[in-house]
T-cell receptor
Framework: GENVEQHPSTLSVQEGDSAVIKCTYSDSASNYFPWYKQELGKGPQLIIDIRSNVGEKKDQRIAVTLNKTAKHFSLHITETQPEDSAVYFCAAPTGNQFYFGTGTSLTVIP | KAGVTQTPRYLIKTRGQQVTLSCSPISGHRSVSWYQQTPGQGLQFLFEYFSETQRNKGNFPGRFSGRQFSNSRSEMNVSTLELGDSALYLC??????????????FGPGTRLTVL
């Protein structure tokens, strides 16, 4: 099956700074890479995704980049705000299953 | 459009009991996946159902089972509960399934505590 590694496991940034979370995957057949944000007491919420036919996708302050050759993809959050504080998960599918990274706990310090 | 709903939101059981959790997917979605989330193990895949058929199963013991009904609603059952089954159980729905590069949307989860 797929092996998804996510780094860092914790990240603290000052409000207004940028945050970057990176994931690597092992199955070259994976072609869809979503990112989820999970706030305390809630289920993961899909915030952005990218398919293998593009290298970058942006949605306001959030962007995802994909390097299929190196098998890694990254989440970029610019101008961070306190409400960005949460746990972020990357994922990659293989077969009929999503494999998730171990999560990054992001803290934005006001 | 209503999101994924899960009931109950919280459950407290004792060892040896069994439990049934319910998930209603987004209208029109035919795939439902179940995950167990614990602090130590992260998000672990349990199984995926599509049109009432289990298509994929994770590495969990046979005490964990599920089913899907014709209206796409799904249930999962855990028998002979163990302390280690305490976790947040999440269900996620998608139109075609995680293998087809489909967006997968999660419910709020059911927090199960086994005493």
């Amino acid at each position: 099956g797929e092996n998804v590694e996510q780094h860092p496991s914790t990240l603290s940034v000052q409000e207004g700074d940028s945050a970057v979370i990176k994931c690597t995957y092992s199955d070259s057949a994976s072609n869809y890479f979503p990112w989820y944000k999970q706030e305390l007491g809630k289920g993961p919420q899909l915030i952005i995704d990218i398919r293998s036919n593009v290298g970058e996708k942006k949605d306001q302050r959030i962007a995802v980049t994909l390097n299929k050759t190196a098998k890694h993809f990254s989440l970029h959050i610019t101008e961070t705000q306190p409400e960005d504080s949460a746990v972020y998960f990357c994922a990659a599918p293989t077969g009929n299953q999503f494999y998730f990274g171990t999560g990054t706990s992001l803290t934005v310090i006001p | 459009k209503a999101g994924v709903t899960q009931t109950p939101r919280y459950l407290i059981k004792t060892r040896g009991q069994q439990v049934t959790l319910s998930c209603s997917p987004i209208s029109g979605h035919r795939s439902v996946s179940w995950y167990q989330q614990t602090p130590g193990q992260g998000l672990q895949f349990l199984f995926e159902y599509f049109s009432e058929t289990q298509r994929n199963k994770g590495n969990f013991p046979g005490r964990f089972s599920g089913r899907q009904f014709s209206n796409s609603r799904s249930e999962m059952n855990v028998s002979t509960l163990e302390l280690g089954d305490s976790a947040l159980y999440l269900c996620a729905s998608s139109f075609l399934g995680p293998g087809e590069a489909n967006e997968q949307f999660f419910g709020p989860g059911t927090r199960l505590t086994v005493l």
